[in-house]
């Protein structure tokens, strides 16, 4: 079974840039969801879909950030514009239905200078 | 809301020798406990999970963690650490039922040395 995929793997931008994240969720996990990991902390949910439906984005900057997911399957995150402390490793996880666990991507790791 | 604590930040070990790494959490309504481990440049990997049952939860290779309700801990410990141990090791809880969020500690990073 392949696992939760993200790309790119790396992106470096200047602050102001806007920057997109793509996240394909394991086939038929119904639940998605966005951390922010910065470095030395754990991460922090951004966002949490259920099929494309919002289930929880109370901690989504959305002056800046925004997510969507709109057949229920791979999702986008977007910062636009992005600012010096969205340095970070965007990780995407997936819940299937039944089961209580999250199955991580590989993250992507964003450096804004 | 729910919080949780790790406290130690970093943990160095000798290979062979055992390890606990501690976990503390703050919660007033039932919740999930988890262990996760990151290695370098790669995703959280599920080490284990206490959902409900026995309070005593082990993985495949060779941690366990033990729920304690009355100290609200939920401890990791390997009785004899390898050189591939050497990871980052996050807790997280998240509420009981449903499809939650999980809410991460800072992370313990485990150094085994030869």
């Known amino acids: 079974e392949a696992g939760v995929a993200q790309s790119p793997r790396y992106k470096i931008i200047e602050k102001r840039q806007s920057v997109a994240f793509w996240c394909n969720p394991i086939?038929?996990?119904?639940?998605l969801y966005w951390y922010q990991q910065i470095l030395g902390q754990g991460p922090k949910l951004l966002i949490q879909?259920?099929?494309?439906?919002?289930?929880?984005d109370s901690q989504l900057p959305k002056d800046r950030f925004s997510a969507e997911r709109l057949k229920g399957v791979d999702s986008t995150l977007k910062i636009q514009p992005a600012k010096l402390e969205d340095s970070a490793v965007y990780l995407c996880?997936?819940?299937?239905?039944?089961?209580?666990?999250?199955?991580f991507g590989p993250g992507t790791r964003l450096t804004v200078l | 809301a729910q919080s949780v604590t790790q406290l130690d930040s970093q943990v160095p070990v000798f290979e062979e020798a055992p390890v606990e790494l501690r976990c503390n959490y703050s919660?007033?309504?039932?919740?999930?406990l988890f262990w996760y481990v990151q290695y370098p440049n790669q995703g959280l990997q599920l080490l284990l999970k206490?959902?409900?049952?026995?309070?005593l939860v082990e993985s495949i290779n060779g941690f366990e963690a033990e729920f304690n309700k009355s100290q609200t801990s939920f401890h990791l410990r390997k009785p004899s650490v390898h050189i591939s141990d050497t990871a980052e090791y996050f807790c997280?809880?998240?509420?009981?039922?449903?499809?939650?969020?999980?809410?991460f500690g800072a992370g313990t990073r485990l150094a085994v040395h030869p």
């Open positions: 996880a997936s819940t299937p239905w039944g089961l209580n666990e999250q199955f």
């Open positions: 086939s038929g996990h119904a639940t």
């Open positions: 879909f259920q099929n494309n439906g919002v289930v929880d």
């Open positions: 919660s007033s309504v039932s919740v999930y």
């Open positions: 206490y959902l409900s049952g026995s309070t």
């Open positions: 997280a809880v998240s509420l009981s039922g449903g499809y939650n969020k999980l809410i």
